[in-house]
Structure formats: C-alpha cells, structure tokens
C-alpha cells in the first residue's frame, strides 16, 4: 500500500492542476446540487420492529384520513389572575381565536376546548389542538407565522398564550461557537507548523472536503429523507477528521524535507507512510459509522451513513489535494524544525535549535513513561474510572418540550398543561385496539377501557370513536406520572401485558404507542443493539489493527482504552446534562434524561477517532521498532516525531467538537459536549499516557504474532519499509529545499 500511495502522491504533485481542477468541479457539481435540489420533504422517525410502530402503521392503514404524521400545535391559554376560561369575555377570545386558526390552508382541524373538554378542572387553564395536513418539516414558514399571529392577539386580548407541539420546530442553530472551534483550530495549526501557510492548507482542504460532503447530503436530502441533524453532525465529524488528516500528511512532509529530500519525493513518501495511517484511521471510522446500521433505527443509519460518506472524502482529499497544494506552495512551505520568517523563524535560529541536542518535550514525557510505567498506568486508569462513575446513574429518553429551555414557548406551554391538567398530560398514551378478529368490536374496545381505568398510576382514559370500518379504535390514556418517570414506564408494560390476556379473551389486539410508548421502546432496542454492535465494529477494527501491527496485545490495549474513555466521557454527559454539574458553563438550561441515541452513537464515532490516534502514533513506534530499535526506545521515537502532532491534531478536535456546544438544539448540543470530551480523556490520557506505559511493560511481548497469522496476514507496509528498499534517488537534492 505504501508504494501505491507514494505513486500517488507523487502523480498528484506533478499533475496538481488537474487534481485541483477535479476538486473544485467536484464542490462546484455538489453546491449546484444543493441549490436546485428540492426541499427536504418528511423527516420520518420509524423504529422498525416495535410495537410503538406497528400502531402508528396500523392507524394509517385504518385511519387514512387523520393524517397520523401531521404536525400539531397545543396553543394554551390561560386566564389572568382572578379569572375563569369560562367568562364570557374570555371565551369569546379563545374562540376567536380558534376561528383564526382554522383559517390556514394546511390547517387539517382544530378541536375548540369547550366543545372538547379541553379546560382544566379549577377552570384556569384551556387549550386548543391544531392538526395540519403535513409533517413539522414541510409546514411552510406561513403556517408557523398564522400560529403565532393567532396566539399574540389573544395574549393583546389579556390571556397568557403559549405554543406546543412540533409545529414550530426549526432547523438547529450552531451560533457564533462553531466560527470559534475553527479559529482555535487555525491558531493550533500556526503554532504547530511555524508558518501561516502550512497551517492553511489542513483548513482548506477540510472545508473544502465538508464542502463537498454537506452539499451533497442537502441534494440527497429530499430523496433519502435525511433529518435537520444529518448535515449538522457529518459537518462536525468531517471537519474534525478533514483537519487531522490534513495535519498528519503535511507533517510528515515536512519532516521529509528535513531530511533533504526533494519537494516531490516528500510529498511521494509523505503520502505513502503518514497517507497508510491516514487511510486505515479513515477505515475504522467508517467502519464505526455504517456499523451503526445494525441497530436498525433509520435515523441513525442515515447519520453514520452521511458522516461516513464525509469522513471518507476527508481521506481522499487528503491523499490526493493535499500533495497537489504542496506543490503549489513550492518553498514557502519549511522543513520541521523551521519556522516562517514571518513568525520569527529563519535558518539560523533552527540550526542553533538542531545543535543544542535538547529533546523536545514528546520525547520528554515519553522517556517519563518509560520510567515508571506502573505508576502512570494506576494513575491513568484511576482517573478514568472515577470519572466514568456518574455513568452508572445513565438514564435514558428522547427529548420533548419538557426538554427545552424555559425561555421558549414550547417549554411554558408544557408546563401550564402540566400545572391545569397533571404531569402525565404532556405524555399521553394511545392504546390502538384491533377488533377486526373479535366477535363484537364494540364490547372488546369497552372492555379494555374498562381494564385500563382501573390500573394503577392512570389519571384518566378518554375512548374515541372506532373508524369508519368499526373494526378499530383508540382509547387515549392520560398517565399520572411525567413522562419520563419509571411509573409512566411500568404502565406501559402494564397495558401491553393485559392486553395478551384481552387478546386471549376476546380476540382483539391491543397495541401502546404515543411518544412516551415510542421512547420507551427506541431505548430498549439501543440497549438490545449496543452489545451486537460493539461486537461487530470493535471486532472488525481489531482485525484491521492486526493487520496494520501485525501484533495481537497492541490492538487488545487499543480496544480496551477505548472502553474506558468512552465509559469516562459518558460519565461526564450524565453529570453535565442529567445532573447538571457546570450546566450553565455549558448553556444547558434544562437538565434531563440523556438523548436515548447518544451512547450508541458516541461508541461508533469515538472508537473511530480513537483508532485514528492509535493508528497515528503507534504506526512510528512500530516503524521504530522494525527498524531496529528496542521496544522502549521505539516508543520514545514514536513520541519523538508523533507526540506534538497528535497533540495538535486532537486540541483541534476538541476545539471543532466544542464548536457545536452553542447548538440550540440539545441532541448536538449534547453530541458537540459528549464528543470533545471523549477526544479529550482518550487522547491526552488513553493514547499518551496509557498507551506508552503498557508498550514499556510488555516490551517484546506487544509486538508478538504467531508464526502462521503471520505468514496467513497481508503485508499492507504502513511502516513505508517498501520505500526504503526503493532507493533514495531524491534524497540529497539540497537546492530544492532551501528556503
């Protein structure tokens, strides 16, 4: 592989402007896409295999007029102080302004709550329901607009109006946070390479990358139907990876020309040992990210799946741009070790650099490590673990309004229906009976209304009109519990359970859906997939990294960091945004259950970005190592030339992570936290702490692969030992390097 990588890049150094040309026409063709692409139509939230879903399926196969996905809107009134809804004047005002919104031509229906039983028993409190013909998604900005008119001339009439409900739901905001993780990627970048140049290209080439793959996915939106969140995340992953993949390559370049070599014979070598890693970091992410579709959640698929997509153009913009630019940029980019004239560099200051001998400060650390290897090691492993406590204390949802901050309309419409009407109101129950098996429908939809009022933790069953065929009908049951509490669950299994003996009885089909039934059931299948997936990914990864170690215990030490930093950065999203430690550091307004889809998809994307500097640092021990070296050492050299870019490379994940913790919407909000966090506790403590002190004390050993793996397993040459025996036609040619 490294030789096929050298040619590579070579060939895109020689031939950039056809390579720069390909890239540009490639973003130009996405962004034109984008552009005349339609509007992202109904994003659907299916969970495939459970019985939440299997009532919604069966009310829109008995119900086809109720337009089942349609937004709604809860607009709640309240009276003024010393007040009833039921005074003349103020019920004139509700029923204007009901009246208002019937008007709207995606306007389904709207139930008036005196003719609906829609005010609360001290008379306070009072709401409308709104059904429109379409998903939240499709409403047009007109709609959102008609609500909210309606609802400010009742609040000029003297009422308290809020809005609830996914009718007013919007694109999520990043903020001003985003623009900043990128800056202090760019100051990173600088720092790292001396020049301001150098420090550009990994910038450009990753925007350009995440260019290319959020431009696609928003002209694929319509047709694959990709959530608000899709763009958003694969955006946030690929820019994090487009940069250290970037950063890998240009570093390793410079390196080459320290050595003397030619500008094309660097970039040759650049992208054959540092483009190896580049390429296998890539495939674990990959790997991690598809794998997601095992848990058979379509949202999630599609998530890994665009993030994947941009993670593997990160890479090939990587192998291919990034030599095509070096060969732009011609001597203006300096060897290691020498800065920009511009930021106080020059010859003469990296010669007195070079001759004073003084180690750098990876080497340093390293050669610390090695020393006592044991107490690193506890330390490490301790630290990790105490932070990885709060995880035991996990709890699961899926957001809803009760989940948004208290200065947004929705949040106080959720609280008044649960101030007028019980906390169980904003998670009401629907229980679908299928009486299209039962001798008389009727008496089977009576008796299971009779059945449910009468269980424990029910504050009220309110049963609907069966369909038209009268075959089937719905009975609405109001919990008295909030609903992400544990009773608001048990009655969910409660009614499942006695609807098996209905079934028996009577021969109908008793079904629970409703929000609250569906994240119930969404966390119990994340659960049931978390352990088949961690199989999957962590063993297709662990097979790769035998291949690229040709060892057995150093994949085994990667996998098992893995765990604890995950385990770790999981413990510190439970304390932030469930028990709201540093909360308002953090902008989490409102503490709760952490976003059901949040361990899974951290496992995915953190193992992958784990492996990266695994694969990243590791690879120079290993090259040390067959080169000669005893394992101690080459774990010394391996920080030598690995440490301070592996460091840059993850401070500026961390700073582009960070990024989205300004995010208005709190699963990225979560994800940006959760993320930065985990890059943090595996890089900075897994990679450069652990890592070297369990190397020092397996010695030998951590290299170790039986005879016949050896012999079964290709030779894919991440180590470049394919270029050595190529010869150095390049090295020596000084003139060209000189700057």
């Known amino acids: 592989m490294a030789t096929f990588l050298y040619k590579l890049g070579r060939l895109a150094f020689r031939r950039r402007h056809f390579v720069a040309l390909i890239w540009v026409a490639l973003l130009t063709l996405a962004g034109v896409g984008a552009a005349s692409a339609p509007a992202a139509g109904s994003t659907s939230f299916s969970i495939p295999g459970t019985e939440a879903q299997k009532a919604f399926d069966l009310l829109e196969q008995r119900f086809p007029g109720m337009s089942a996905d349609g937004a709604t809107a809860r607009v709640v009134f309240k009276a003024p102080a010393g007040h009833k809804m039921t005074d003349a004047a103020t019920k004139a005002t509700v029923e204007k302004t009901v009246q208002e919104l019937s008007t709207g031509s995606e306007v389904a229906s709207v139930a008036d709550p005196y003719q609906g039983h829609a005010v609360s028993k001290d008379g306070t409190i009072a709401y409308a329901s709104v059904k429109y013909k379409v998903s939240g998604m499709e409403l047009q900005d007109s709609s959102r607009d008609a609500l909210k008119s309606a609802a400010q001339h009742a609040r000029d009439a003297g009422l308290t109006v809020e809005i609830g409900g996914d009718a007013l739901s919007a694109a999520p905001e990043t903020g001003a946070t985003e623009v900043i993780g990128i800056g202090i990627a760019a100051v990173v970048l600088v720092i790292t390479f001396g020049s301001l140049l150098a420090a550009g290209l990994p910038l450009l080439t990753a925007l350009i990358g995440v260019g290319i793959g959020v431009s696609s996915i928003s002209a694929l939106a319509s047709t694959l139907d990709f959530g608000s969140t899709t763009s958003t995340l694969a955006s946030m992953i690929g820019l994090a990876v487009g940069i250290d993949y970037a950063l890998f390559i240009v570093s390793r370049y410079r390196a080459e020309l320290a050595e003397g070599r030619t500008r094309e014979d660097a970039a040759g070598r650049a992208v054959g040992t540092a483009g190896s890693a580049v390429v296998f970091a890539g495939l674990t992410v990959v790997i991690a990210l598809v794998g997601l579709s095992v848990v058979n959640i379509p949202m999630l698929t599609k998530m890994g799946i665009a993030a994947a997509g941009t993670v593997a153009i990160a890479v090939l913009i990587a192998l291919t741009m990034i030599p095509a630019l070096l060969g732009y940029a011609g001597r203006r980019i300096k060897p290691a070790g020498r800065k920009s004239k511009l930021l106080g560099g020059g010859r003469a200051k990296a010669a007195a650099k070079a001759a004073s001998g003084k180690p750098n400060m990876g080497t340093r650390w390293a050669s610390f490590v090695v020393r006592r290897p044991v107490a690193v090691l506890l330390l490490g492993v301790v630290g990790l673990g105490a932070a990885a406590v709060p995880a035991a204390s996990l709890e699961l949802g899926l ?4 989940s948004q901050p208290v200065s947004t309309t929705q949040r106080r419409a959720y609280d008044l229906l649960s101030e007028g009407f019980g906390p169980g109101f904003n998670g009401p129950l629907t229980a679908v009976v299928d009486g299209k098996d039962a001798g008389v429908p009727g008496t089977a939809f009576d008796k299971v209304a009779a059945e449910i009022k009468g269980m424990k933790d029910v504050a009220a069953v309110v049963q609907s009109k069966p369909n038209k065929a009268g075959d089937t009908a719905t009975i609405t049951v109001i919990p008295a519990s909030k609903p992400s509490s544990t009773q608001t669950e048990d009655l969910v299994h409660a009614i499942r359970d006695k609807g ?4 028996s009885d009577t021969g109908a089909k008793v079904l629970v859906t ?15 997939a978390l352990v088949p997936y961690l199989v999957l990914v962590v063993g297709l990864a662990f097979l790769l990294l035998i291949v690229v170690f040709r060892s057995i215990l150093v994949p085994l030490k990667a996998a098992l960091g893995f765990l604890l930093s995950v385990l770790a950065a999981l413990g510190a999203v439970v304390a932030v945004f469930q028990w709201g430690w540093l909360s308002g550091l953090m902008g989490v307004e409102q503490t709760g259950p952490v976003m059901s889809m949040m361990p899974i998809f951290m496992v995915g994307v953190v193992f992958g970005l784990a492996m990266d500097y695994e694969v990243f ?4 021990m290993r090259e040390a190592y067959v080169h000669g070296e005893k394992p101690s050492q080459a774990v010394v050299t391996g920080f030598k030339y690995g440490a301070r870019v592996v460091t840059a490379a993850a401070v500026i994940m961390i700073a582009v992570f960070s990024g989205f913790i300004g995010s208005s919407e709190a699963m990225v909000k979560m994800i940006g936290f959760g993320l930065a966090i985990a890059v943090f506790f595996d890089a900075f403590i897994v990679r450069m702490a652990l890592v070297p002190a369990v190397l020092a004390l397996l010695g030998k050993r951590a290299w170790w692969l039986p005879k016949w793996l050896d012999r079964a397993l290709p030779n894919v040459d991440v180590e470049g030992e394919g270029l050595r025996t190529a010869g ?10 000189r700057a």
């Not at 409703?514 to 049931?528: E, P, R, W």
């Not at 640092?617 to 120079?620: I, K, N, Q, S």
């Open 500 to 503: 098996a003996d209905i079934t």
């Open 399 to 402: 957001p809803d309004d009760g």
């Open 617 to 620: 640092l590791v690879t120079r």
């Open 728 to 737: 150095d036609a390049g090295h020596g040619d000084k003139e060209l390097v």
């Open 514 to 528: 409703g929000s609250t039934a569906m994240n119930i059931d969404v966390s119990q299948k994340l659960n049931d």
